[in-house]
């Protein structure tokens, strides 16, 4: 996020300017085992840490950071928490993706005066470092954002988080920000939501995808895609649409029990490097067949990427009138058929992979086939 091309103009305009994602918060079953899976298999670094050494009672969080990406992994120390009521739900999940405000009091008083369920009353933790000012909202499931104002404070992450300093620190694979971040709703949800992001957080829909575009011969979605002036946050919102069988988004919703965060795509500068090391590390990827390739430059273009490693690795390429992007899709990280990542790499391209839908949404039905899921 160049967050240095910010116009003057857009931010005069914008009421909520957000100058990216801060962090993305997951609620899992065991904080201390999924740190060490995010560090091992995508390359994560050791950043910061709260629980009950540092006088947090009823959690532990691991801070993570790659680059401008940080993750904090949350879980409960007790069953009665509503952190242990949304694992025993959801599994483990997204519970917080948190943007980075200029001013997170004013972010809570514009989005909630536009209609926005306050999740987080406005606060400022202060400690030697400086202080940290975050306010929180509720969108769709049981997710919330948080706004995160964080231009006077110099610590590791926050206050009431101590350094988090390990013997154990893999090397990062490349990963360097959140492009983007994809919220699963139920039927008929994605047009109120895409209205909530239009009126309470001045959003745009900049691409919409129906079920024609997006369609198998059994299943099929819709999506369409919001992002804030600025463009560096966007948020897709898919909706099941009917097919002949069960959809993806009805699965996840069916295995989540309730509408959240489907995917988190992650930019990289080099997807074939990025994309080798996570397999080497034992991250697994939806498998599209070869012949895939087989008419890649008719559909796309030229590339500057040698084709085989491509193939080799299962990189999917797409175009539009941009630029051409490079993405790959991980399989579920959990073992409900929910959540999972994406790993993309822009070259001029600002879509979401279209053209590759088709191919992607048919090696999806054969996972889900094997779960017995279609
Ligand atoms: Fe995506």
Known sequence: METSTLEKKETKTDFLPLHGTDYIELYVGNAKQAAHYYKTAFGFQSLAYAGPETG?????????IQNKMRLVLTSP??????????????????????????????AFEQTTKRGATSSLQPKTLT??????????IKTYGEVEHYFIERKNYNGVFMPGYVEWKSAYNPEPTGLLYVDHCVGNVGWNQMNPWVKFYEDVMGFKNILSFDDNDISTEYSALMSKVMSNGNGYVKFPINEPAEGKKKSQVEEYLEFYEGEGVQHIAIATKDIVSTVKQLMARGVEFLKVPSSYYEDLFERVGKIEEDIEPLKELGILVDSDDEGYLLQLFSKPVEDR??????????????????????????????????????
């Open 56 to 64: 947090v009672k009823d959690r532990s969080s691991y801070v993570l």
């Open 77 to 106: 120390l007790h069953s009665n928490s509503p952190i242990a009521d949304h694992h025993r739900k959801h599994g483990d999940g997204v519970k917080v993706l948190a943007l980075m405000v200029e001013d997170a009091y004013d």
């Open 127 to 136: 400690d030697a470092n400086g202080e940290v000012k975050l306010s929180g």
């Open 337 to 374: 058929p929910t959540m999972f990542f994406e790993i993309i790499q822009r070259k001029g391209a600002k879509s979401f992979g279209k053209g590759n839908f088709k191919a992607l949404f048919e090696a999806l039905e054969r996972e889900q086939d094997a779960r017995g899921n279609l």
